[in-house]
Each structure stands twice: as C-alpha cells, then as structure tokens.
C-alpha cells in the first residue's frame, strides 16, 4: 500500500500527511508499551474484576436487580450483528433493529398509556432534564419557574438542576402560591421512599398555570399500576434497566421518553416510524429527522445523537418474551414479596412509612448508619441509607425466599424501635392505583413465549441488518472499527455486570482500578491532566465540557462570556450543544479549499472578544485534513480570553501522533464508542469522555451520592451515574492495554494509510475533495458525486443506495458537504476489503457512465432503482421486467465476489416523505389487525 502511494516507509508517509507543526510523536507512557496478549488481558481483568465484591444490592433508587434472559445475553448483547450495527439511517439493511426499536417505543407507550415515545434516551436523570427543556421551549422561554416533586430519585434531582442552571430556570421544590411563571413540574410515581402517590392535583394546578407536567416511572411497576396518562400527564419517562439489562455499575441503560401526541414534533432522540418502500410494502425508517441537531444545529430539539439502541433492544425483547402474563406475574410477584417484608417489618417493632407501595420500603430505624452497616456485615446485603433514621429496600425480580428470610433477619437481630406497633397496611394495591385493562395486546407481544420461538425471533430480524459482521462500514466521521471478542467478554461477568452504581464504593475496588487507569491512560492520549467519564455520549461530553469552561469563567469573575465560535463544517451536536450549555452560538467559515477562514474567527474573536467563552473545532477537521493553521487559530482564541474545546472524534487520526493538548486546545471529548472500540450498537451505546487541562480540572462533574471528583468547583452531574456507564468501560480500558503505546500509535498511522490508499484508488474514477495538489487526506476522505446531478441525474442517495445492492453500507452521506459520500476505513479492514469497497465503487461509476453516455435512461436505471429486495426481483413477471433495461442479474449481482457473498436489502427504496407526513410510530394492535 505505502509503495502503491509512492512511499518508502511508514514513516516518510506520515511525515508527509502529517503537517510538521502538528506531527508531534510524544511517546506514550501506556502500560505495557507492546501491549498484552489477549491471554495476558484476559488474566489481568480477572484479577481486576475479583476486587469487586457482589453483594445483593436493595439499594433501589432506579437501579434494579434483574434475570437477563440468557436467549437474550447470548442473541443480543453478546452477539455482533446486534452490537456492531450502525444507527439505522440506511433503513433498507436495517429493518430488523427498527422493527426491534418499533417494539420498545409500543411496550412504552402501552405502559404509560401515552401516545408516542421514542426509541430511547440515555439514562432516567437526563431524560428528567429533557423534559424539563420540552416543557421550557413549550413556554417559549416565557417562563421561568420549574416545580421538582421531592418525590424524584436524588441523582434526577441532581441532572434537572445542573441543565436548569445555563437557562436560569428557577427551580423549585414548593409549589409557589402564585403560578403565572411556572412552565411545568415533574414528580415520581412510584416516588423514591416508594409511595404511590396520587398526582391528579398536582397536574391540574400544573396545567391551569399553562404548564406541563411530567412523571417518571417504573416500567414494571406500570405493569400493574395505573398509567401516569389517568394523572394527566403530557411527558412520562423513566429507565428501562429492569427489564433484563444488567446494573453494570450505572450503566448502559435505555431511558424511555413517552409524550401526549400535542408534543410528538418536540420528542428529544430518535424516533421510528412506519412508511412505505417502492413497491408499497410497510417498511420502517427513522422518522422526523428535520428535528433533530443535523439539520437544526443549535435550534433542535435536543443535541442526542448517539442514545442506548442495543439496551432499548433488550428491554424490548424481554417485554417480548415474557409477554403481558409473564411481566405482570413478575410485577405482581415483587409487589407480593414487598407487602409480606412489610408486615414482618412491622411486626419487628419498625415502622414502614410509606403508606402504599409497589417495591420499596422505607422503614424508621434508630441509627441508619448503624442498619446498613449490620446488613453488609452480616447478611452481605446493601441496604439504601436515605437520612439517619431512615434506610429503604427496594425487591426486584431475583429475590428468593431466602433473600426475604435474610432481609428480615437483619431486622430481627437489630433492638425493636417501636414494639406493638399494628400492621394496617394495605396488601394490595389501593384500587385508586391498579390498573384495569389488559397490557401489550399486540401479536408481537403474545407470540415468543418459548425460547424456541424468542431465538427465530431475534434471528430473522436480525438476518435482515447489515453489521460489521457482513462487511466494512465506512462511515466517515463515524469511526466502525473492530471490536474485538476478547475486549467484549469481560462486561457479562457478574463482577462487573452486577453491581449497584451506589454501592459502597469499598465493594468497587476493581472498577476503581480499572477506571483510575483509563482515566489516565486518556489523559495521555489527548496530552490533557484529567478526565471525567462521566457523559454518556460524545454529545453530552461537548456538553460538559462547555459546562466546565463556563464554571471556570464564573470562578474567575467572568460570567457574561457566553459566545461560542463553531465553523460551519462542525456536526451539528456540536451548536446543539452549546446551546444546551446557553452559550450563544456565532459561525465561522471556511474557505474554498475546506480550512477554517481564519481572516473570518480573527474577526469574530476580535468583535467578541469581551464575550468570547469559547471556540469549538474538530480536527483533523470535519472534512478529513490536517489543518496546518489549528494553532493558530488555537492562538487567535485564546488571545481573545476564550478557551478551545476540540471535538474529539476524530481521535483515530491523533492517537500517538499529535494530540489536543499538545496543540493547544483546552478541553475535549472522545467518543470511546468510535476510537476505542466500544460498538456502535445500531445507535448505542455510547461513552463521551471528556479530558482537561489542569485549569479546567476543579471543575468535573461530580455527583451527589458517590462524589466522583472531590472538587468544591466541580459542575453538577450530567448523568444519573458517577461514571456513566460504568460496565462497558472495560471494553476501551482492554483495546487500550492490547494495544499498549507503540500498538495504538501504529493503529493511527494505519488508518491514515487506509484512508490514503482508497483515496487513491478512488481518485480515477471520482474527484476527491480538498486533496487537491498531491496533499494527502487523514483518516477518511470526502468523494464528490455533485457533478453527476447534472450529467446523470444521480445523487449521492443513489449512489448510497446502489452499495447496498453490492453489499455495503453507504459512507457518511451529504455531510459536512451536500452531495458526497465521506468514507473512513479505520485500521481494522483488511488490503482485501478495502479493495472489495473500491472495486463496487468503480463499478458503480461504470452504472453512472452508462447513464451520462445515454446507453440507459435517466428515471429506471439501475441506481435509480436501487436498492433491489429479492421480492422486488422475483415477483414482476417476465412481461413487467421488460421495462426494465437491465437485467435481474446485473441488478443483484454486477461483480463477481456477489456470487458466493451475497447480502439481500430486505425492502426495496423506503419513502421518507410519506413516512412522515402519516407519523406512526408504534406496532399495530391486535384490534386492529382483526378489521
Ligand atoms: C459522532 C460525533 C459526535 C457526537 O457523538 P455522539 O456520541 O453520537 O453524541 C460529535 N462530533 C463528531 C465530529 C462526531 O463524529
């Protein structure tokens, strides 16, 4: 490859791709420097995962115990054509996971009686501050008051008030007696202490001060309860976690987000809904997409991109599985076991003071401290401390008798507080809160009872989805590298998957470890002091990191800096972001040749110079080149008194070789679920670390149970979880130790000489852009297909749609720049199928020659038509083919490895106008199947 592209050696090539003032070379300290073998890693983790200690955890507060289906942990979460799926923006190769998504978003509008939800958000706590922003913007930023129900877990608490404080709101926490200014209130149902609690009033006060008011709930506790919809709420959200995804530490999770349908075109995240392909056949696709960050840049509706696609599928299937019977028995099984605790409690002489529950208890006790203290020691039990003299216990579904028998030991052997206390509490669910009806009447629902059934199930959706265990994805931006098996199989050990984010931070020794020497080995890579790890996605990363740099302002006096510098070419979390951080957003151009104007942020910085908070730059920069000007343009922002937040994405093209701090910038994130190797999950999961110089370091996000950073400056949380989520770190504190520094440095010089390879092949056939005058792109390159509007009436959408008929996944489409393709190969393919992707590629521009020179029409041709469904092929008859002018063989199989290495798209072109124009967003209920 190096002498296919003229070079002698690696390290001549890097030096010319590289810019000198940027090729930095500062080795790494990574520990080992070769890196370990798999064996050694895998012996390594084992004695990191031993110092965690797994004790039954009661501790509640949103995280739950849970039996994880194995048909579903072997078929899901540990399958690769599952976890290593892109988000389905290709709906044609992705119909498995968005009928899957379908699923999740019925099981959740069913349970909170709602009509819309989406597919998912990233935890409990931010998606409570999302509704706080939907019902903020419903008020048109009128209002400024926002009732918090003491009723919500603390960490929500936490999550609402660090997004309310950039917007001013003010929160309160008593409902005020004058409401003219109040746009909204949120409370718990069940509330943390466990209480039901009816909201009828407190909705009708929220609304007749125009406000809108959102619960949170518990999906299995809604199996049985009456769905927050009869309270009249207009936004229900909540986690998914107990419906057979693991703890882990904190996470991944799936939030859920539920709303009336007045707000369905104001939902934050993804959304999918049904259409129609060519043929008319139902199909579904991502849906309402002009909301969100990639065409509203700081006007969406939220700046989530990457949310938790793989756990909202596992929820889902494990709705599926157990089916309307299935869940309400385990529903009504944790009530039951709650009810009998209770009167033991009681009858021990310890009062329960909530008076209805669905799973939890909160139970008087003379020192608290003492009680959970007594029940590790003794029983090995976690028990939640609330205040001194109160502790509660929350059942789920993995309590055996002898985990109940256990739990009221610990009581039986601790002095009585109030003897001859009587048991007037209810059994049963007071009737003003169980549900009537019937839930999950849907055939999907009722069908996969038997593991038999559940496995065909998970298999034919999934057989329909396009992964990289089909072929390379190359989507720029995206980085869809490798993830290895060995660094995947370590977050299903029950040391890692089982813990309680609250628990004793002493039973944590092993995470301690493992996330001390990420951290640090982060730290390295982007030449910065410390990390937080935190943010559940890269944009919530960008969001912290803003956050910091505006704390750091206010320490310093300087609070009115609030402009935010993004060039034009940014992805569109990066505006999304700011303005979720209330910075005011000011673009910069870029000039012809795809560099940030600098004459334009010289201005700029100047103009702003009193106000300027920030610049926001990604480098190498969106369109894939090493700017040769980013420290001088580091410079010009500094000089105006602002900081550098550098978009971190693009780490794959950095590691070892130069880095943010080494050029500069202040602030980053990375995106672990790109660079290190964390799989996509077909939309999710995500970690977006960020990491700081040391000015900025006082000001991480901490957390308000276990303090992750022990700062008095530290930033309220942005996640319900001290580390985010904490399980899958594992994957990218294992990719960084096999690789070890001289490992990781060579993997950043590979992708560099993948990207310049295909972008050579490619040139002949394609105009490359902004490589022009023999300069090398970095890590992904931008193919230019905007002439042939003219000349062939095609558009990159064709052009995309056609590769899946060869198939592939179409590279990054008509972004940072309309009308191209942007491909980033990573290190992880291989000569051959870099190959295989240019060879489809050539022969796609053949189809388009074709077409220029008049040999096939401009409307039915081959691209036009594409992608073409085994249906679409069998069923016209041999008369209806004949209006096409090719043939099904060059339809299906236009080169020669399609013969043994064939993957079917499994609908032909899906209609994104019609699907959104008849918004439906849910599974057909069984009613209506029947007419
Ligand atoms: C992927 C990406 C992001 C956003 O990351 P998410 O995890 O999807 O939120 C931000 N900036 C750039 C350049 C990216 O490629």
């Not at 990233?122 to 008020?139: H, I, R």
């Not at 927050?228 to 959200?237: K, M, N, R, T």
């Not at 957003?585 to 106000?611: F, I």
Request: charged share 20%; with cysteine; hydrophobic share 40%.
């Amino acid at each position: 490859m190096l002498s296919f592209l003229g070079y002698s050696s690696m390290d001549h090539f890097v030096s010319d791709v590289i810019p000198s003032n940027i090729l930095v070379r500062r080795p790494l300290s990574i520990e080992p420097i070769a890196g370990f073998s798999e064996c050694e890693l895998t012996a390594r983790l084992r004695s990191i995962a031993n110092k965690n200690t797994i004790l039954r955890s009661y501790i509640g507060a949103g995280y739950y115990g849970t039996i994880v289906p194995p048909v579903i942990q072997r078929n899901i979460l540990e399958c690769p054509e599952w976890y290593t799926s892109y988000t389905p923006y290709q709906p044609e190769i992705s119909q498995g996971r968005l009928e899957s998504l379908l699923n999740f978003q019925t099981m959740v509008t069913d349970l909170t009686g709602m009509s819309i939800a989406n597919a998912s958000l990233l935890d409990e706590a931010t998606a409570a501050a999302e509704a706080m922003l939907l019902s903020f913007n419903s008020a048109r930023g009128k209002k400024k008051t926002f009732y918090v129900d003491p009723s919500l877990h603390p960490q929500t608490i936490a999550c609402i008030r660090s997004r309310a404080s950039p917007f001013n709101i003010n929160i309160v926490y008593d409902l005020p007696d004058i409401d003219e200014d109040l746009f909204g209130g949120v409370a718990q149902y069940p509330a943390t202490n466990g209480s039901l609690i009816d909201y009828s009033v407190l909705s009708n006060r929220i609304h007749s001060a125009g406000g809108l008011f959102s619960m949170a709930s518990d999906l299995l506790a809604l199996c049985i309860l009456k769905p927050p919809s009869e309270f009249g709420a207009d936004i229900v959200f909540g986690s998914a976690q107990r419906f057979g995804v693991p703890m882990g530490y904190g996470g991944p999770h799936a939030a859920f987000f539920a709303a009336s349908d007045k707000l369905k075109r104001k939902i934050p995240g993804r959304l999918v809904g049904i259409s129609k392909d060519r043929l008319g056949n139902n199909a579904f696709r991502l849906a309402l997409q002009t909301r969100e960050q990639h065409i509203r840049r700081e006007k969406a509706t939220s700046n989530i991109c990457t949310a938790q696609a793989l756990l909202a599928n596992m929820a889902a299937m494990y709705a599926i599985y157990h089916g309307p019977t299935g869940l309400q028995n385990i529903a009504n099984r944790v009530h039951s076991l709650t009810s009998i605790l209770a009167s033991v409690l009681i009858k021990l002489g310890f009062p329960v003071i909530n008076p209805t529950w669905f799973d939890t208890l909160t139970v008087s006790v003379a020192d608290s401290r003492e009680v959970v203290a007594h029940a590790v020691a003794k029983f090995g039990i976690n028990l939640r401390q609330i205040d001194r003299h109160h502790v509660s216990i929350s059942i789920d579904e993995t309590v055996s008798k002898q985990d109940l028998l256990d739990l009221a030991s610990i009581f039986a052997t601790l002095p009585a507080l109030q003897l001859g206390i009587s048991a007037t509490h209810p059994a049963i669910v007071p009737s003003v809160f169980s549900r009537s009806g019937n839930i999950l009447e849907y055939e999907v629902f009722t069908s996969h009872h038997t593991e038999t059934e559940m496995l065909r199930y998970v298999h034919h959706l999934q057989s329909k989805d396009l992964s990289l265990a089909n072929s390379m994805i190359p989507l720029g931006s995206c980085t869809m590298k490798l993830n290895a098996t060995t660094q995947m199989i370590p977050i299903s050990w029950p040391e890692f998957s089982s813990l309680h984010p609250f628990a004793p931070r002493d039973q944590a020794r092993g995470y301690m470890e493992l996330i001390g020497e990420l951290e640090t080995d982060l730290a390295d890579i982007t030449g910065f002091a410390a990390t937080s790890l935190q943010p559940n996605s890269g944009a919530q990363g960008e969001y912290a990191g803003l956050r910091v740099i505006r704390a750091y302002f206010e320490a310093k006096g300087e609070s009115h800096r609030n402009i935010c510098l993004i060039p034009v070419s940014a992805h569109g979390t990066n505006p999304a972001s700011a303005a979720m951080a209330g910075m005011k957003v000011v673009a910069v151009k870029c000039t012809a040749q795809g560099e940030l104007d600098l004459t334009d942020l010289k201005q700029k910085a100047n103009r702003y110079s009193s106000e300027l908070a920030a610049m926001m730059v990604t480098y190498p920069s969106t369109f894939g080149i090493f700017e040769p000007k980013v420290r001088e343009a580091i410079d010009i922002v500094h000089a105006s008194g602002g900081q550098v937040y550098m978009d971190g994405a693009n780490m794959n093209a950095q590691i070892g070789l130069t880095s943010p701090g080494d050029l500069g910038a202040d602030v980053c994130h990375l995106n672990l679920h790109k660079t290190f190797c964390i799989p996509h999950g077909g939309g999710g999961p995500g970690v977006g670390p960020i990491c700081v110089r040391q000015h900025l370091v006082p000001y991480l996000p901490s957390h308000p149970i276990i303090p992750a950073v022990d700062s008095a400056y530290a930033i309220e949380p942005v996640a319900a979880a001290p580390w985010g989520s904490a399980s899958i770190l594992a994957i990218s504190w294992a990719y960084i130790k096999l690789m070890g520094a001289q490992g990781i440095t060579r993997s950043t010089e590979y992708a560099l000489l993948n990207a310049n390879y295909m972008a050579n092949r490619l040139r002949e056939h394609y105009p490359i852009l902004y490589t022009d005058g023999g300069r090398r792109c970095a890590h992904e390159f931008i193919v230019d297909l905007r002439d042939l509007h003219d000349s062939a009436g095609i558009e990159a959408i064709d052009v995309a749609k056609r590769l899946q008929d060869y198939g592939f996944h179409a590279p990054t489409m008509s972004w940072p720049v309309s009308g191209t393709l942007m491909v980033e190969p990573t290190e992880s393919e291989s000569l051959s199928e870099l190959d295989r992707f240019c060879d489809a590629m050539i022969a796609i521009k053949a189809e388009i020659d074709e077409i220029v020179d008049g040999k096939q029409p401009r409307v039915n041709n081959l691209l036009k038509n594409a992608p073409h469904s085994m249906k679409d092929l069998l069923q016209s008859d041999d008369e209806a083919w004949k209006s096409r002018p090719y043939t099904r063989q060059r339809a299906a199989y236009p080169l020669e490895y399609l013969n043994g290495h064939k993957f079917w798209p499994s609908v032909t072109r899906v209609d994104d106008t019609y699907g959104d124009l008849n918004l439906f967003c849910t599974c057909e209920p069984i009613s209506l199947q029947d007419e």
